[in-house]
């Protein structure tokens, strides 16, 4: 599974700004996609995620901004970033969760995936 992400760019506080991530490649289904970010001098964190059966889950500090959407038959996430702050300024990643079957372990197992990263910048 390769993930292509674009939608990235420099916005000012309070802009909007929309992210797009495809998935090519798979034969093994995707069980959930989502967006982390990693700003300077921090650790990956969650932004948002979807599963397979629409359930999403978003950081507190995105609730209410953000707005995740998927679509499982063309195998592509998006994510609606309104009110945009500056500590949301990060690169921001696709990611993936790929069920995959292990055939020397004769089962299933849950890969991620990641995309290459697009960076997200707000100014104040």
């Known amino acids: 599974v390769q993930l292509q992400a674009s939608g990235g760019g420099l916005v000012e506080a309070g802009e909007s700004l929309r992210l797009f991530c495809a998935a090519s490649g798979s034969i093994d289904p995707i069980t959930a996609m989502g967006w982390y970010r990693q700003a300077p001098g921090k650790e990956r964190e969650l932004v948002a995620s979807v599963g397979s059966s629409s359930s999403t889950i978003y950081a507190d500090s995105v609730k209410g901004r953000f707005t995740i959407s998927r679509n499982t038959a063309k195998n592509t996430v998006s994510l609606q970033m309104s009110s945009l702050k500056p500590e949301d300024t990060a690169v921001y990643y696709c990611?993936?969760?790929?069920?995959?079957?292990?055939?020397?372990?004769?089962?299933?197992?849950?890969?991620?995936?990641w995309g290459q990263g697009t960076l997200v910048t707000v100014s104040s």
């Open positions: 990611h993936a969760e790929v069920k995959a079957f292990n055939i020397a372990e004769a089962d299933y197992e849950w890969l991620d995936v």
